[in-house]
């Protein structure tokens, strides 16, 4: 939190998809290492971008759920403002 504003560092998003840079093979692969290698790890999916990762999308969720805690964007200020209330 810094001047009462929290920034949320993106890990990884589905840009590399779109272009063809990666397969959802490699980009699964990606996305769960920083998973299971980062106490917090943010990832970013584009609404545009949903046909290159929607068919995937209840397994991807499910192995993520295994490594870690899943939680929305909108959760994690709110978590950091309560956990550094005074």
Excluded: M
Excluded at 18 to 36: C, D, K
Excluded at 69 to 76: D, V
């Amino acid at each position: 939190i810094r001047n009462r504003v929290v920034k949320l560092p993106i890990a990884l998003d589905d840009y590399g998809l779109f272009t063809g840079e990666l397969t959802y093979e490699q980009w699964e692969a990606r996305a769960l290492t920083l998973a299971e290698t980062r106490s917090f790890c943010a990832i970013s999916l584009h609404d545009c971008y949903a046909q290159y990762w929607l068919p995937h999308y209840p397994a991807f969720l499910e192995k993520l759920a295994r490594i870690g805690e899943l939680r929305t964007l909108a959760e994690i200020p709110s978590r950091l403002w309560l956990a550094n209330a005074v």
